[in-house]
């Protein structure tokens, strides 16, 4: 059974800060995603990575994928009040049509 | 992207009560359909594994007959809670699986409905 460990798992930070999320694994992934999550709604897509080593850029959000594609980060940049939310990552699939493996999930915070 | 819709988005019932959610892939067609279950501030735990044309695969300590799920075509898996309680309030979200295709690779990419808030009384 693949494991992803992601930490912390509530962070409370103000406005202008930068924040780190880690996602790690003994396991090898495919693919890893990393999706937000609003209060009453589904996750949303953000970005896939799928080679190690890969950084991907989304405005003030940078993702990477460790060399051995075990483990992943987030970085926020002058973190926003809208960048409230739970933050999710994602492991696999493992094959076509089967099952992510997620991690914990990150309660983020982001006070005016 | 690819759209994933829920209905209802959220239902209160009586306890004893059944409740069916519906899940439907709204442009594209989906062989396989996840349903989760989530509590606040939690990352989601997947219940079962809806597979059109055959039986659903559900996760350990998951009540079958408790969860009933059907995968009716390839657009749409239904989720029913029978005899629902109250330890079964919860946010039920189903996600399906697409290609898209990318010059020479297919990537698969998850999508999430938007959810359905269940209140048992």
């Known amino acids: 059974t693949q494991l992803l460990e992601q930490s912390p798992q509530f962070l409370s930070i103000q406005e202008g800060e930068n924040l780190t999320v880690y996602c790690n694994s003994s396991s090898v992934f495919s693919s890893l995603q990393w999706y937000r999550q609003e209060p009453g709604e589904g996750p949303v897509l953000l970005v896939t990575v799928v080679t190690g080593g890969e950084v991907k850029k989304l405005k003030r959000l940078t993702f990477q994928f460790g060399d051995a594609r075990k483990d992943s980060s987030l970085h926020i940049t002058a973190a926003q009040p809208g960048d409230t939310g739970l933050y999710l990552c994602?492991?696999?699939?493992?094959?076509?049509?089967?099952?992510?493996?997620f991690g914990e999930g990150t309660q983020l915070t982001v006070n005016p | 992207g690819a759209v994933v819709s829920q209905h209802p988005s959220r239902v209160i019932c009586k306890s004893g009560t059944s409740v069916k959610i519906e899940c439907r892939s709204l442009d594209f067609q989906a062989t396989t359909m996840f349903w989760y279950r989530q509590f606040p501030k939690q990352s989601l735990m997947l219940m079962a594994t809806?597979?059109?044309?055959?039986?659903?695969?559900?996760e350990q300590g998951v009540e079958k007959d408790k969860f009933l799920i059907n995968h009716a075509s390839l657009t749409l898996s239904t989720l029913t809670v029978t005899s629902a309680h109250p330890e079964d309030s919860s946010f039920y979200i189903c996600?399906?699986?697409?290609?898209?295709?990318?010059?020479?690779?297919?990537?698969?990419?998850?999508?999430f409905g938007p959810g359905t808030r269940l209140l048992v009384l």
């Open positions: 809806s597979n059109e044309g055959s039986k659903a695969t559900y």
């Open positions: 994602a492991g696999g699939p493992e094959t076509s049509g089967s099952r992510l493996t």
């Open positions: 996600s399906a699986p697409s290609f898209r295709e990318r010059g020479m690779f297919s990537r698969e990419t998850q999508y």
